[in-house]
């Protein structure tokens, strides 16, 4: 069926956020209460660009272009290709189920032809970030441009390197490695060794100074991390970038607490709800040892350069979001030196007002807001950002693997 949203048709950049807003409702625990998203986003897009919270394998990042470039010269409809490429991305579905020992990863596995978000969507800003897609621009107007051109026309490309290739889709990059035998049929998840070095070679290239490129050229054969500023990873990083992470990882585990302030206020005004006020204080609990643990460097931290960095990142962030989080690691200081800030009514109160300030007559914290809470369902099983570490390390281990001497990575392939 087609997109409810095929009416996101302005800059690819534009549409893209959007989309990336609708993820954070669809995941489990991404829904950002107190509007700290922008700055998480903005770390998460300069460590690890091109990935996103939906994206589940390295592969994708080449099953799309493979079907794609199937119909670059086939005289259709933009309707018709957006028909063929559903079909198609339905037909790879069925195949990773057939070729794959274990499913996880597999991007509608249980949806199946009723999958709305498919990988061409979910991939599509990263494909052009990582330099395998050409074109600047939606699939859609892929699709319209093919259409009015009747055939994708060739134009001299060159390699990396400046030679010459004739005849060549302008749309991909000239090395994208060849579709495999039984596509359509058993395929795997696995990354050929050949595929894995492409994927790795787009990487450095377009985004050589990011923590993602230079994890995927570290030679290790895997990773194996909770959280990306883990010394074995920052070792592995420019000064310049382990200074960075540390920026993000003391944002991070003062903004922790945030949620779990919000989450118990609200439990404490829902009847029913005094198992999930005992685990919440027992969170909270764990976050204030975790911030008493780094008082000090806490309180040394150079704030002054973080917002610099926040700002250079992303200088669309608002003031109001940036005052909130200025007041919030103050709040996380109190607690790392003892204070209850839970109980605090001072900071309940800067907790209920941001909330306000997002969703206006909406917030549940609101003492008429009865049936919003009703419907609400918390846990308290939230820890720092990760600023999309956890998917990106499924990614990168795919590559990692698909490059060692000795992998697997070919196994499963029909």
């Not at 040394?300 to 200088?315: A, I, K, M, Q």
Request: proline letters at 6%.
């Amino acid at each position: 069926m087609p997109s409810p949203l095929s009416w996101l048709d302005f800059a690819e950049s534009d549409r893209q956020r959007a989309m990336q807003v609708i993820d954070l409702f669809r995941e489990k625990n991404t829904v950002d209460e107190l509007g700290f998203s922008p700055i998480r986003d903005a770390f998460a897009d300069y460590f690890f660009p091109g990935t996103s919270t939906i994206q589940t394998r390295a592969r994708y990042f080449l099953f799309v272009p493979w079907i794609l470039r199937r119909y670059e010269r086939r005289k259709l409809t933009a309707s018709e290709r957006a028909a063929k490429l559903r079909r198609r991305e339905v037909e790879l579905i069925r195949s990773l189920l057939s070729g794959c020992t274990d499913p996880t990863g597999i991007i509608g596995r249980d949806a199946q032809a009723g999958l709305q978000r498919m990988p061409s969507s979910v991939y599509w800003r990263g494909l052009r970030l990582w330099g395998i897609r050409m074109f600047d621009g939606s699939v859609e107007q892929y699709f319209r441009r093919l259409s009015r051109e009747g055939k994708s026309p060739s134009r001299p490309l060159s390699t990396d390197d400046g030679e010459p290739l004739d005849g060549i889709s302008r749309d991909w990059h000239p090395g994208l490695p060849g579709e495999p035998d039984g596509m359509f049929e058993a395929t795997s998840l696995e990354l050929l060794p050949e595929e894995a070095e492409f994927l790795r070679d787009r990487i450095c290239t377009h985004q050589p100074g990011s923590v993602l490129a230079r994890l995927v050229a570290s030679g290790r054969p895997e990773l194996s991390a909770s959280f990306v500023w883990e010394p074995d990873l920052t070792q592995l990083l420019t000064p310049d970038l382990r200074l960075e992470i540390e920026h993000a990882r003391l944002f991070a585990l003062c903004a922790w607490g945030g949620p779990l302030v919000y989450s118990l206020q609200l439990a404490r005004m829902k009847s029913g709800s005094e198992e999930l006020v005992g685990e919440l204080e027992s969170a909270l609990g764990e976050w204030q040892s975790a911030v008493r643990t780094e008082e000090i460097g806490l309180r040394e931290w150079d704030r002054t350069g973080y917002w610099e960095l926040v700002r250079r990142l992303n200088p669309r962030i608002s003031a109001r979001t940036q005052e909130f989080a200025e007041q919030w690691i103050g709040v996380a200081l109190r607690a790392a030196a003892g204070e209850r800030v839970w109980d605090n009514g001072r900071d309940r109160q800067l907790v209920a007002t941001r909330e306000r300030q997002l969703k206006g007559g909406r917030a549940r914290l609101l003492p008429e807001n009865v049936r919003a809470r009703d419907r609400w369902q918390g846990d308290a099983s939230g820890g720092p950002i990760d600023y999309r570490w956890g998917q990106t390390q499924v990614i990168l281990n795919d590559i990692l693997r698909g490059l060692s001497p000795g992998s697997d990575g070919g196994a499963g392939h029909a």
